[in-house]
Nanobody, 125 residues
C-alpha cells in the first residue's frame, strides 16, 4: 500500500488543520493506522492510532482533547483533525499502516510497515 499525507500548513496558535492520509494500491481497511510526528531535533513520536474497524482510538497525552482521528474505509482515507494547535505541535506529520498494535504498543514504529512521505505542520506563536 502507498500512503500520501496531506493537509499540513502554517497556522497560528489556536488554529486548526485537518490532515489526510490517502491510500492506494491496497484497501486501507486491512490495516491499523497511526499518525506520527517529528519535531526539529527530536525523535519521531506517536500522535494517534485507529484500529481497522474504528472501535479503538488512542492519543498521545499531549494531544488528547484537541486531536481526533477518523477513517473512511470506503474512501480509503484516514484523517487527523487538529484543533487548538500549539507551537509544540510543529513538525512533520506522517501516517503509517500496519498490523498488531494495541493500546499498549500503538506508538511503537515497529508495528507499522508502510509509511507516507510526511506533511509539514507549523504553528506560529
Amino acid at each position: 500500500v502507498q500512503l500520501q499525507a496531506s493537509g499540513g500548513g502554517l497556522v497560528q496558535t489556536g488554529g486548526s488543520l485537518r490532515l489526510s492520509c490517502a491510500a492506494s494500491g491496497s484497501t486501507l481497511d486491512y490495516y491499523t493506522i497511526g499518525w506520527f510526528r517529528q519535531a526539529p531535533g527530536k525523535e519521531r513520536e506517536g500522535v494517534s492510532y485507529i484500529s481497522r474497524n474504528v472501535d479503538n482510538t488512542y492519543y498521545a497525552d499531549s494531544v488528547k482533547g484537541r486531536f481526533t482521528i477518523s477513517r473512511d474505509n470506503a474512501g480509503n482515507t484516514v484523517y487527523l483533525q487538529m484543533n487548538n494547535l500549539k507551537p509544540e505541535d510543529t513538525g512533520v506529520y506522517y501516517c503509517a499502516a500496519g498490523f498488531g498494535a494495541n493500546g499498549g504498543t500503538w506508538y511503537r514504529e515497529r508495528y507499522y510497515k508502510y509509511w507516507g512521505q510526511g506533511t509539514q505542520v507549523t504553528v506560529s506563536s
